[in-house]
């Protein structure tokens, strides 16, 4: 006899359900667009960003039961708890490169766990260092309208007030994590050429939600930066942390000398860091984070470990196992170690052989595909699929706000209609 039905097992139905038959329409444009404005600071903020990005947010929240969010809280417990083990933590670096191996202190500023929703529940399929979207995601939670009043949903997230609250007691902290004392004066928001990324828009967000609770903040270019005498500086104001949304995760590019140096010297905070990532986002690590035998070689407790069960195998290519993984292609993603986003990314069964033979070569993680959850939208009047995954933003192992991406293709993309960050509703 099947297992009587749980209220879990009702509420994931439910979340089906809503997401295949809720065309709803949650986001009211016009509060966005005021919202953006406002905390962004500037009148025209939105009618100049946003007209050139059309596919940033979605239309419609995504569904989700409770015990679904739940459940990835619970995994996120358990990578941090397992980064903490001594015997993975000298795995992981001794393939990270010699500027990750000092621990300055800083745990990693606004990280972002990425997961696909299938009938098994949630699986975990990517840890970022860099992730973007939560300043958005935070706006974009004001200007949702009522919908489905029948049904007992909750936004998923905190209120922007409360979040500006959360946000500015992070970088505090990252900055007495490694100072031990005090509170950093000035605070760069780094990337490279920041006005062409297309999500800029939210480092003028970040900026000012900084300016606003009593820090000077600017946002800058990587490569504008300049270090000497023991200072860095941009623009000739000396920087006391780095809020760092380079992909460059090594900080190996020349254009990133002077911050390579100051972080090394330890004259600046930076977060997230070279530490950071080797510790929780190189995508090698996932290959310990799927494998429960070395997870218990590793001393992590056997509730921890089942709560990692949701990770996707995932394997390092090499020359010796490319040929049997190639055999085995269509049930996997294949991904650069080095790469970032969805940048080379080939789902298995859409790989030629002329992709193949690079991946072969290695640098290259093979994970077991999982499949995205769905959302079904309105398009002109027509039902029409998208898939969906979820972002859970997180500091030192907490979540700080939970948001979802609609898309079409392989990966996330902010190029497809009706697509973009969308609203989580726990239901």
Request: glycine letters at 8%; charged letters at 20%; proline letters at 6%.
């Amino acid at each position: 006899m099947p297992p009587a039905p749980t209220v879990a097992d009702g509420r994931s139905s439910l979340a089906a359900r809503l997401n295949r038959k809720c065309f709803c329409v949650t986001l009211d444009w016009a509060a966005l667009s005021a919202a953006l404005s406002l905390e962004a600071g500037e009148p025209q903020f939105s009618e100049t960003f946003m007209a050139s990005r059309p596919h940033l947010f979605s239309n419609v929240p995504v569904f989700l039961a409770a015990s679904a969010l739940d459940e990835m809280q619970a995994i996120v417990m358990a990578v941090e708890a397992t980064a903490k083990l001594p015997g993975y933590r000298e795995t992981v670096l001794s393939w990270a490169p010699e500027i990750a191996q000092r621990d300055f202190g800083p745990v990693g500023a606004m990280m972002g766990y990425d997961f696909h929703l299938d009938d098994d529940g949630p699986k975990l399929i990517e840890v970022n260092t860099n992730a973007g979207g939560a300043f958005l995601n935070a706006v974009l939670a004001k200007a949702q309208k009522a919908c489905c009043s029948e049904v007992d949903r909750t936004a998923v997230g905190t209120r922007y007030d409360d979040f500006e609250t959360i946000v500015v007691a992070m970088f505090k902290n990252e900055w007495r994590l490694q100072r031990k004392a005090g509170s950093p004066g000035r605070i760069a928001i780094i990337d490279d050429q920041p006005e062409e990324q297309y999500l800029y828009p939210e480092f003028v967000l970040a900026r000012n939600v900084l300016l606003k609770h009593g820090f000077e903040a600017i946002v800058g270019d990587a490569s504008a930066l300049a270090y000497k005498d023991g200072r860095l500086r941009l623009d000739g104001q000396e920087i006391d942390l780095v809020y760092n949304r380079l992909v460059d995760f090594a900080l190996e590019r020349p254009e990133h000398a002077a911050l390579r140096a100051a972080y090394q010297d330890g004259a600046v905070v930076v977060t997230p860091n070279p530490h950071n990532h080797a510790l929780v986002s190189n995508k090698r690590n996932m290959t310990l984070l799927s494998d429960p035998a070395r997870l218990e070689a590793f001393g992590l407790s056997a509730e921890m470990r089942s709560r990692l069960a949701s990770v996707p195998q995932t394997t390092l290519v090499t020359p010796d196992n490319s040929e049997a993984l190639w055999q085995s292609r269509k049930d996997r993603f294949f991904k650069p170690l080095s790469g970032h986003g969805s940048k080379a990314v080939y789902r298995g069964d859409k790989v030629t052989k002329g992709v193949w033979a690079e991946i072969a070569r290695g640098g290259y993680v093979a994970q077991a595909f999982a499949s995205p959850g769905q959302r079904m939208i309105e398009i002109d009047g027509t039902p029409t699929r998208r898939k969906m995954d979820v972002r859970l933003y997180t500091y030192d192992g907490q979540v700080l706000l939970a948001a979802a991406r609609l898309y079409q293709g392989q990966t996330t993309n902010f190029r497809t209609p009706g697509g973009g960050f969308s609203p989580i509703m726990a239901v």
